[in-house]
């Protein structure tokens, strides 16, 4: 059963959209920084740190 994981991506996709990012650049950023949560722990910090994902938002976003 995969409708967790659908769930946590929307929370994900919710959060990064309020920063003005996209889902897939965020989890792409996220590779490229070595950042290594799961989809389950950054949902869960979307909805409890908003805060500390907003670090995590701007680490996965490459700076021009």
């Not at 003005?20 to 989890?27: C, E, L, P, R």
């Not at 869960?44 to 805060?51: F, G, H, K, N, V």
Request: charged share 25%; glycine share 8%.
């Amino acid at each position: 059963y995969t409708g967790y994981r659908v769930d946590d991506g929307f929370q994900i996709n919710a959060a990064v959209r309020m920063h003005d990012g996209s889902y897939n650049k965020f989890i792409h950023g996220l590779k490229l920084a070595n950042v290594e949560l799961d989809r389950k722990v950054l949902s869960e910090l979307a909805i409890s740190d908003p805060p500390g994902f907003a670090r995590i938002v701007k680490l996965a976003t490459p700076q021009a």
